[in-house]
């Protein structure tokens, strides 16, 4: 027996990227990664820096399929049916490039001046995570 899609938003505060029927969805959270399939229990979880995997179901438009995303940062709120993911900077693999992943870890790595070490630290794993993200998704390595 299949299990029932469950619907999946993805928002930032300048624009909403996905709201689609999925199958799975698989997301970096503060601590490591989390797995979500319909029916599962309700929750909140701090997101970290990484890929966000989406499995769309197949429907009316045509086959499903899976996506990728670098997210950093935000919440995620698991419902009773939806995912909500409040974003605070998310961007789908095909728009990425690897040379500009790596602008930003080098910019990163050179904070202006009166950014705190927490900031600049923050940054810089952002823009590291976000070059393996990268470099993965365009290469496969």
């Not at 299990?3 to 999946?8: I, N, Q």
């Not at 979500?36 to 438009?61: C, T, W």
């Amino acid at each position: 027996m299949a299990l029932k899609p469950f619907r999946c938003k993805l928002v930032t505060p300048t624009a909403s990227l996905v709201d689609e029927e999925v199958r799975y969805v698989q997301l970096p959270v503060w601590d490591g990664s989390m797995g979500f399939l319909p029916g599962r229990a309700p929750i909140v979880a701090a997101l970290g820096n990484g890929e966000l995997r989406l499995d769309i179901a197949d429907s009316a438009k045509g086959p499903g399929g899976s996506r990728s995303f670098f997210v950093e940062g935000g919440v995620a709120k698991m419902g009773d049916t939806e995912l909500l993911i409040l974003a605070e900077r998310a961007a789908a693999a095909e728009t990425l490039t690897l040379a500009g992943a790596e602008a930003e870890l080098t910019a990163a790595k050179s904070p202006k001046a009166g950014t705190s070490a927490a900031d600049a630290r923050k940054a810089v794993d952002a823009a590291s995570a976000k070059v393996a993200f990268t470099r993965k998704a365009k290469t496969g390595i």
